[in-house]
């Protein structure tokens, strides 16, 4: 089976006019095919779809050649304030997916998403989880046995909680059978460190491949599907758990 490029960004935190000045070196950088995930509020502003449409119009035309996980943004609706991450496909806005569980300060600021989203397409079917809503299990799992195959999750984690976040990844990966990125911004307070899981078998059993980023400013991973096709399913019927959680499916 033919391998998929995932390219995560670690992008600096920063404004969104210095974000937009970016532009075209940013354009000229990009990939032209596969995924491509920024990491969680990567914007220092609020937004609103009709306010900042020139940031929307730009992320569309990243994404003219790829699938765009957005990391997540601020965005203001109905009075509310969502910590929303947006999927764009080739120039055209998939959907979107809210942060479910706010994490110490958001409370109370942030509205929770109530629906995990899954995001299937020809190439692949995924979830993107922001940030803590992949501390606990109940995401992953239900978007496992839900068909999701990868996870995109946008994160801010502080430098001195890296072990543990990285813990937190590959136990979801190794629990779920499946594969996921986790993208941290190289901002100082964060510093970087993205992790990338993949799940493999090996001696009927399941094995992980992790690479670490450190501070570079992109990297590129490649994923294949083939890799545990029966290990995933199998994982699936095996396990006695009960989670309920509403959960919808995008097709595009």
Not at 60 to 88: M, P
Not at 133 to 138: A, S
Request: proline share 4%; hydrophobic share 35%.
């Amino acid at each position: 089976m033919s391998e998929i490029n995932i390219s995560a960004y670690q992008l600096q935190i920063t404004k969104k006019e210095d974000f937009l000045k970016q532009s075209d070196e940013l354009l000229d950088d990009f990939p032209r095919k596969g995924f491509v995930i920024f990491p969680e509020r990567f914007l220092l502003d609020t937004i609103g779809e009709d306010e900042d449409r020139d940031i929307f119009q730009f992320l569309k035309d990243l994404s003219q050649r790829v699938t765009l996980i957005a990391g997540s943004l601020l965005v203001r609706e109905n009075d509310r304030i969502y910590n929303r991450s947006y999927v764009f496909h080739l120039g055209k806005t998939v959907g979107y997916q809210d942060k479910i569980v706010p994490f110490s300060r958001e409370r109370g600021r942030i509205t929770p998403g109530r629906t995990i989203k899954i995001f299937s397409s020809e190439k692949l079917c995924f979830a993107v989880p922001v940030c803590y809503d992949l501390d606990f299990p109940f995401f992953s799992k239900l978007s496992a046995v839900h068909g999701a195959r990868f996870i995109f999750n946008p994160s801010l984690i502080r430098r001195d909680f890296h072990e543990e976040w990285h813990q937190y990844m590959i136990t979801r990966a190794l629990e779920n059978r499946i594969s996921l990125v986790s993208v941290n911004s190289t901002t100082d307070i964060f510093n970087g460190d993205s992790i990338y899981v993949e799940t493999y078998e090996e001696d009927e059993g399941v094995r992980i491949r992790k690479t670490i980023m450190g501070r570079n400013k992109k990297k590129t991973f490649k994923f294949s599907l083939g890799n545990i096709s029966d290990k995933f399913m199998q994982r699936i019927a095996e396990d006695p758990g009960v989670y309920s959680f509403p959960v919808k499916k995008i097709f595009y």
